[in-house]
């Protein structure tokens, strides 16, 4: 009963939401590389191996939890640069140094994901093209890719949930909670991303845009909204990507009108050339 007490106050439901806010919003982050990672999938595998990767990602944010003394101490100072670039810290830290790796790859995946998609590799062996394969990758290859990039995306809101709360169920239970409601949105919000090239693309900006993130975030270089805890560089991101959003539906509404319209147009000439016809007999 002791391990439940944390929940028997209001002090401890609040974490508790809080927790789960963060570890929402974070993902965000991870929907987008999942839908992203298993598109390489064989088709009957993708339902699979969004529920593999999410599973495998909740144990490494409760592995990362449960490690909570050795999370907490990565942001201990390893060594100091012996030249500072202006606007960064020269302290380099393990946390710093896991997230400039994440946020790499994730830059470099990101563009070549990027680049893969205006290539029309993919759509070129859908309409059966020689030569043109489409490019696949192995489940387990899927679901370690999205473990390991679950780590860099949850070490922030880890060590804030370890700063917030030092109830282990709390944490968890957060944990569990929003993967829960993940799986439950994995399969529509990645199949909607994948089956709208303008979405997917803008997807894939945002996984760079977060890779660059990630990187500013491990140099230590911060700005924050005077009277917030708010980084700027987090507002002037989610903000961009939530007007892209916006206008990118905007235009997938203005696009659709356009198509219904022509196919009306289109029918309603064959009406007319039919009438003709007929009259001219």
């Not at 944010?61 to 500072?84: Q, T």
């Not at 370690?144 to 944490?171: K, P, Q």
């Not at 409601?181 to 909607?192: H, K, Q, T, V, Y």
Request: proline residues 3%; glycine residues 8%; charged residues 20%.
């Amino acid at each position: 009963m002791e391990l439940l007490t944390p929940l028997m106050t209001a002090q401890g439901w609040a974490s508790l939401l809080t927790l789960l806010f963060l570890e929402m919003v974070l993902g965000i982050d991870n929907l987008v590389f999942i839908a992203c990672t298993t598109d390489r999938l064989p088709e009957e595998k993708k339902h699979l191996g969004r529920r593999f990767g999410l599973i495998a990602a909740f144990f490494m944010r409760v592995l990362l939890l449960s490690l909570g003394f050795v999370i907490i101490h990565l942001v201990e100072p390893l060594f100091i640069l012996p030249f500072a670039i202006p606007g960064t810290d020269p302290i380099i830290t393990a946390k710093d140094l896991i997230l400039f790796a994440g946020g790499l790859y994730l830059v470099v995946k990101g563009y070549d994901e990027i680049k893969h998609k205006i290539s029309l590799k993919d759509e070129m062996a859908a309409c059966g093209y020689d030569g043109a394969q489409p490019t696949r990758i192995t489940m387990l290859s899927a679901i370690g890719r999205i473990a390991m990039m679950d780590m860099v995306f949850s070490l922030d809101s880890v060590i804030t949930a370890l700063g917030m709360s030092g109830e282990l169920i709390i944490m968890i239970l957060a944990v569990m909670i929003a993967v829960t409601i993940m799986i439950i949105l994995a399969d529509p919000i990645s199949e909607f991303i994948n089956n709208n090239p303008e979405i997917k693309i803008l997807a894939l900006g945002f996984i760079v845009a977060v890779g660059i993130k990630l990187i500013v975030e491990a140099m230590g270089v911060e700005f924050v909204v005077e009277g917030t805890h708010v980084e700027v560089f987090d507002l002037m991101l989610y903000f961009g990507m939530a007007f892209s959003l916006i206008l990118t539906f905007i235009q997938m509404v203005y696009n659709r009108r356009v198509a219904k319209m022509n196919a009306e147009l289109a029918e309603f000439q064959k009406d007319m050339e039919k009438q003709v016809a007929s009259g001219d007999e």
